[in-house]
């Protein structure tokens, strides 16, 4: 059973930064992709960044040269670093694991229930 449990959201001012954190257990897929996606009210779901079983990293234009997403193996845990915060980024986050990943931004967004954390608020203010 996958179990995802994401941390770091919060309020921030336009131009802060923030650290969402997503600890990870539960599977041994190969070829998985991990990653984040975001949800607004009244807005449909968009992949923000994703990371694949090889390193690479991909990023939505829409956040593209200020979030960087990493990840330490060691510790199972995933992390998104928010910079220059925009009020457009506010948005539940929550971290997904696709097992089958063919195009990374679009496996995290269409991830499976059971396979996304309960998410984390983040509430940027101009």
């Known amino acids: 059973q996958v179990t995802l449990v994401e941390s770091g959201g919060g309020s921030v001012q336009a131009g802060g930064s923030l650290r969402l954190s997503c600890a990870a257990s539960g599977y041994t897929y190969r070829g998985n992709c991990m990653g984040w996606f975001r949800q607004a009210p009244g807005k449909e779901r968009e992949g923000v960044a994703g990371?694949?079983?090889?390193?690479?990293?991909s990023y939505a234009d829409s956040v593209k040269d200020r979030f960087t997403i990493s990840q330490d193996k060691a510790k199972n845990t995933l992390y998104l670093q928010m910079n220059s915060l925009k009020p457009e980024d506010t948005a539940m986050y929550y971290c997904?694991?696709?097992?089958?990943?063919?195009?990374?931004?679009?496996?995290?967004?269409?991830?499976?229930?059971?396979?996304w954390g309960q998410g984390t608020q983040v509430t940027v203010s101009s």
């Open positions: 990371i694949d079983s090889g390193g690479r990293t």
């Open positions: 997904a694991i696709a097992p089958v990943c063919v195009s990374v931004l679009a496996s995290i967004r269409t991830a499976k229930a059971g396979f």
